[in-house]
């Protein structure tokens, strides 16, 4: 429930600020429950670090983070209207997911989804607005794309090679890898949560390329954040 979600965060974010961690991005919102956090603890209603939230990600319909059935939104200008909405809830960045994924069950997680038309409206809409983007994806192909559109940073990056993280490297754009998401040594998390099984096939099979683009990132000195 959304009382529920509140309450873990508010725990959450006390907890976070006692382990000496002063400032934390969240990329991807659930029902504006970042931003609202992120108010009460600007106002001294609730304890934890300074917060720069994506506001909820901008999925497109049929992509990774979708739901079957359901439409999101498709086309430039629906996506720069959510972009929009997100920023003008408080959002300081907005994420877009522009290849497939691990978490949805189904298609390529190299496929690159999102079209070069949307992926420019969206980080031109954004940075009109002073905000930066980061872009979810698996894809060289997708990335490249973003690249050349001015994003930010990338998420993850399982299937980056060497061309697409010497261009990262030119153009300055940050990685943020993620790499726990894919490897063996987080598969008893991802157990205990009870992650279903077609899931942990999905991540054990990108975690050796998935590490082999992080070493590559880091020999390319490319940007790396956490």
């Given at each position: 429930?959304?009382a529920?979600?509140?309450?873990?965060?508010?725990?959450?974010?006390?907890?976070?600020?006692k382990a000496?961690?002063?400032?934390?991005?969240l990329p991807?919102?659930?029902k504006?429950?970042?931003?609202?956090?992120?108010?009460?603890?600007?106002?001294?209603?609730?304890?934890?670090?300074?917060?720069?939230?994506s506001?909820?990600?901008?999925?497109?319909?049929?992509?990774?983070g979708?739901?079957?059935?359901?439409?999101?939104?498709d086309g430039?200008?629906?996506?720069?209207?959510?972009?929009?909405k997100?920023?003008?809830?408080?959002?300081k960045?907005?994420?877009?997911?522009?290849?497939?994924?691990?978490?949805?069950n189904g298609?390529?997680?190299?496929?690159?989804?999102?079209?070069?038309?949307?992926?420019n409206?969206?980080?031109?809409?954004?940075h009109?607005?002073?905000a930066?983007?980061?872009?979810?994806s698996?894809?060289p192909?997708?990335?490249?794309?973003?690249?050349?559109?001015?994003?930010?940073?990338?998420e993850?990056?399982?299937?980056?090679?060497k061309?697409?993280?010497?261009?990262?490297?030119?153009?300055?754009?940050?990685?943020?890898?993620?790499?726990?998401?894919?490897?063996?040594?987080?598969?008893?998390f991802?157990?205990r949560?009870?992650?279903?099984?077609w899931?942990?096939?999905?991540?054990?099979?990108?975690?050796?390329v998935?590490?082999?683009a992080?070493?590559?990132?880091?020999?390319?000195?490319?940007?790396?954040?956490?």
């Open positions: 429930s959304e529920a979600l509140a309450l873990r965060m508010a725990h959450a974010a006390r907890a976070v600020l000496g961690i002063t400032t934390i991005r991807g919102d659930s504006h429950a970042d931003l609202a956090l992120d108010k009460a603890i600007k106002k001294g209603q609730a304890i934890g670090p300074r917060i720069y939230s506001g909820e990600s901008l999925n497109i319909t049929g992509g990774h979708s739901k079957k059935g359901v439409t999101f939104h430039p200008y629906e996506l720069v209207k959510a972009a929009r997100e920023i003008s809830a408080g959002a960045w907005i994420k877009i997911l522009i290849s497939g994924g691990i978490a949805t298609g390529g997680i190299a496929a690159p989804l999102m079209t070069p038309e949307e992926i409206a969206v980080v031109d809409a954004a009109r607005f002073g930066k983007v980061t872009a979810h698996g894809s192909l997708a990335t490249s794309i973003a690249i050349d559109a001015g994003i930010d940073s990338i993850h990056g399982y299937f980056l090679d061309k697409t993280l010497r261009k990262m490297k030119r153009h300055g754009t940050w990685l943020i890898p993620t790499i726990v998401v894919s490897q063996p040594a987080t598969q008893p991802f157990e949560i009870g992650s279903p099984q899931y942990l096939d999905r991540r054990n099979s990108v975690g050796k998935h590490w082999n992080l070493e590559t990132a880091i020999s390319e000195g490319v940007n790396i954040a956490l």
